[in-house]
């Protein structure tokens, strides 16, 4: 099953003397697939996986979403399947400073209708999934970068998502710790989970099924 396609998708930026940062591009990712995408800085990697995450919005072209075509959602609905089946990951882990890490991986189901009761105890079983079973009342100022970016991982899975996008996950780890991380996608890809990754290091991309290269906002 096709679980998320671009069709001639275009991203300008008004902002910006009208960059066209996409330029027709056209994808389609599978259910259970672990894909990466490279390609040399602004070529519009970013740009891409915000669309796909339903953080931004195409100038032009179709994005579908489980097949549900994005276009003409309202905002209210856009958030909604976003929170239900998006989870993110970024570079710079993004984490909340002054929240222990069972709270971090907790907040996105504070947002959610998720019941209050099964909230704690379902992060904590994520917070075990990713091994920080020892560190849950930590902050991240008293993690390891590699630790903060397992936070990361455990909150994205918070909601149960269909999708895990991840911005350069591995961008500001050593490589034992970049390893570790991408130990624990596969792991999330080989359970079912279907991943799309933003990635410079080609040997991150080469633990994944497909890379796509992308250049001047085209996929190549
Ligand atoms: N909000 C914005 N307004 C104007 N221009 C933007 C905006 N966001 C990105 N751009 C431009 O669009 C192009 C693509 O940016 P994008 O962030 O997608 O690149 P990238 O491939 O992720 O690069 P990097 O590897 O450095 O993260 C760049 O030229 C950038 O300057
Ligand atoms: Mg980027």
Redesign the pocket.
Known sequence: MVIAQCKKLIKI?S??QN?R?LDEVSLSIKQGEFVSIM??????????LNILGLLDEPTGGEYLLEGVPTARLNDARRTQLRRNHIGFIFQSFNLMPRLSVLENIALPMRYSDMPRADILPRARELAVRVGLEKKLHSTPLQLSGGQCQRVACARSLANNPSIILAD?PTGNLDSKSSADILDLLQDLNKNGMTIIM?T?DPKIAAGTHRTIH?KD?KIL
Do not use: N, R, W
Not at 40 to 45: L, V
């Open positions: 930026y902002s910006a960059f940062a390609g040399p800085s602004g070529c519009g990697k970013s740009t891409l350069e933003v410079h992308m906002g």
